[in-house]
């Protein structure tokens, strides 16, 4: 899907303060290194976008640095690149990611699950401390077993989560109940932003709040 093309039909929808998520069909294969130094096109649009128009940016794609390909997401607040969150439980071909990222922006803790990590409840540990919104990104059809992952996580945190495929999203609300199911390549969710305090513990991965600075 051609990124212009996706303006024309959709860029007049977004408000400001508004969070919007383009699946990797619009980004394709990036090379991760050339992107962010500036020196290819594609994170510049992007960033630009999320600039102009005062929005959170979250982008899944596939990056490849040097002869090593990941799954990942990033995400970009208003212009400013807060970072990459690369799948920790890939799929094989893919590189395996060693941190888990939550991200600080200006509407709030966000948490992001790429694809199968959503599963994985090690992986929690984030959700549980000042979260807002969690996103889970999934680059395959509608998948049952992520669903109920993320109905159990939206459960364990008293937060919305919105689970995102290649052909629909699903709003589940705190509760663990789908509230929601939007089918098609574009969606409008509205989420309330919902507080709750827990904690998890994991002793081998690494956790990472990144923020703007």
């Known amino acids: 899907m051609d990124f212009d093309e996706v303006l024309r039909k959709y860029g007049g929808l977004i408000s400001p303060n508004d969070t919007v998520i383009l699946s990797r ?14 020196y290819s096109h594609v994170f510049r649009e992007l960033i630009t976008l999320s600039r102009d128009k ?3 940016l979250i982008v899944s794609m596939r990056a490849k640095i040097e002869d090593r390909l990941y799954n990942c997401s990033m995400l970009v607040d208003k212009g400013t690149v807060l970072g990459v969150s690369d799948e920790i439980y890939p799929i094989k071909g893919y590189e395996q ?13 966000v948490c992001l699950f790429v694809d199968s990590d959503v599963c994985y409840p090690q992986l929690w540990k984030g959700c549980f401390d000042g979260c807002r919104y ?17 109905r159990t996580l939206a459960r364990a945190t008293g937060r919305y ?5 290649c052909d629909e999203c699903v709003c589940i609300n705190p509760y663990g109940k789908i509230e929601s199911v939007k089918r098609g ?3 409008a969710f509205y989420l309330p932003i919902s ?19």
């Not at 069909?25 to 290194?33: H, R, S």
């Open 195 to 213: 507080l709750v305090k827990g904690y998890a513990v994991d002793r081998q991965i690494k956790f990472v709040e990144e923020r703007g600075d």
């Open 25 to 38: 069909e619009i980004t394709g294969m990036v090379d991760l290194p050339a992107e962010l130094n500036g």
């Open 97 to 109: 990611g060693k941190t888990v990222r939550s991200y600080l922006t200006s509407r709030g803790k």
């Open 134 to 150: 969690i996103f889970s990104l999934n680059s395959t059809t509608l998948n049952k077993e992520r669903v109920n992952a993320a």
């Open 161 to 165: 989560v919105l689970a995102q495929f």
């Open 185 to 187: 390549r574009t969606a």
């Open 54 to 56: 005062e929005i959170i």
